[in-house]
């Protein structure tokens, strides 16, 4: 009665030790393991035949660090076990040396501490088809990769962070440096003087301010050209006597209302003297009063009678 009392004892150990290795949670850092041997598994091939010839070693792979800790323990109350580094072919052992226990009796145990990354299979020399495999795994292996992934993600994040500040700050210094260049490429008399003016860039925002004779005739600050040329029409009639002073005054480059990010020059004047052309829309008027002067003298020509 106390042998069975002791087998069921040693069996639930078993039992509860191979469920311990085999949970994936129970060694995450694989520092320790511990193996054990099946009841009667000397008597018996039931075991080997019941895991397809594997299955006599609880757990039978396990896991360990370089440098961890594997305890191989006979908890078999019926028999005495080995635990022989090497492979098995049918009765024919192959040790290689690795870690011997020698016959170990029931409840006794043996630590090795294995010194390089691989599989280690083994057997019992005594009962040849118990048979296992230990997978040596570099120490902590599982345990750093996702630290080491987070730690390359972050360097790459942050030279890529680098990289963009610097592009920007090249970018800018490239904006401080631009030459703004403003000319009025026309000027019609469109009910008053329209003028065009071209720009060298894109989003200029300037203030525009006309005079004639020292009087302000236009005048509109914080102006915003998304292209690169802009049309103002002034209340005012240049001519060679008496010229229209147009002044351009740059405020920055970039977008309205978000001034703080504005670049390229700021405070440069470009002025211009303009004397307006006629635009075809006068042009058109000169040409229709023309036909109405020939068709009025046309119907006052005086016809003689005979």
Known sequence: MKTKAISSIFVLFAIAAGMASMAPDAFADHAEVA?????????????????????????????????????????DPTGVHTFTSGTVDGFAPSPDGVFDTGVLMSGDAFEWVPEAAGEQPYYCMLHTWMIGTIIVQEAAAEEHADDHA????AAAEEAAAAEEAEHAAM?????????????????????????????NVLHLNYDLTATQNGEVVFEEKGLHSMELIA???????GSDENPIDVEVVSLGIGAPGDEDSW??????????????????????VLA?????????????????RF
């Open 150 to 153: 987070a730690e390359e993600a």
């Open 171 to 199: 970018e800018h210094a490239e904006a401080e440096d631009v030459e703004l260049m403003v000319m009025i490429s026309d000027a019609q008399v469109m009910g008053g003087t329209q003028i065009e003016l071209e720009f």
């Open 35 to 75: 193996i054990v041997t099946v009841d009667e598994s000397g008597f018996s091939q039931t075991c080997a035949e019941a895991q397809g010839g594997s299955g006599c070693y609880v757990p039978v792979t396990a896991t360990v660090d370089v440098g961890g800790v594997v305890t191989m323990t006979n908890t």
């Open 288 to 304: 229709v009063a023309i036909i109405s002067i020939v068709a009025v003298t046309a119907k006052s020509r005086v016809v003689p």
């Open 263 to 284: 670049t390229g020059p700021v405070g440069q004047v470009t002025t211009a003297k303009v004397v307006p052309e006629f635009g075809t829309i006068a042009m058109m």
């Open 231 to 237: 049309t103002h029409q002034i209340d005012a009639l």
